[in-house]
């Protein structure tokens, strides 16, 4: 990870990890590499048909290079890492910026 990629969070309206999966999270709080909240971004696919879709999501946040998330599907992930070239990260923070520090710490280097 160098200071150039940016990470997405899914957040709920309350600024919380959204709970459900990546792709039906009403923002997404987009991060630079030392941490640093740099947008909130709503998310038009939130309640949408294409929330399960990560090419979609993918043309959402063309810049992201890593996804965290409490829960994203199987086939999702294999999909973003495989193909779409996207880190998928799962958490159990409930605070963005929580979930963000711990994914810098464990790629440091």
């Given at each position: ?8 969070v ?21 991060f ?18 294409h929330?399960?879709d990560p ?11 890593t ?9 999702s ?12 990260a ?8 929580q ?5 810098l710490d464990?790629?440091?280097?």
């Amino acid at each position: 990870m160098n200071e150039r990629d940016i990470i997405a969070v899914g957040v709920d309206d309350q600024g919380q990890v959204w709970q459900a999966h990546f792709g039906m999270a009403p923002w997404y709080y987009l991060f630079d590499g030392q941490g640093e909240l740099i947008e909130r971004r709503a998310n038009p696919y939130a309640r949408d048909h294409h929330h399960d879709d990560p090419v979609a999501i993918v043309a959402l946040l063309p810049e992201c290079t890593t996804f965290i998330a409490r829960r994203m599907g199987e086939r999702s992930r294999h999909q973003l890492a495989t193909s779409l070239r996207i880190e998928p990260a799962l958490t159990t923070a409930t605070d963005p910026y929580q979930a963000v520090q711990a994914y810098l710490d464990g790629h440091k280097g």
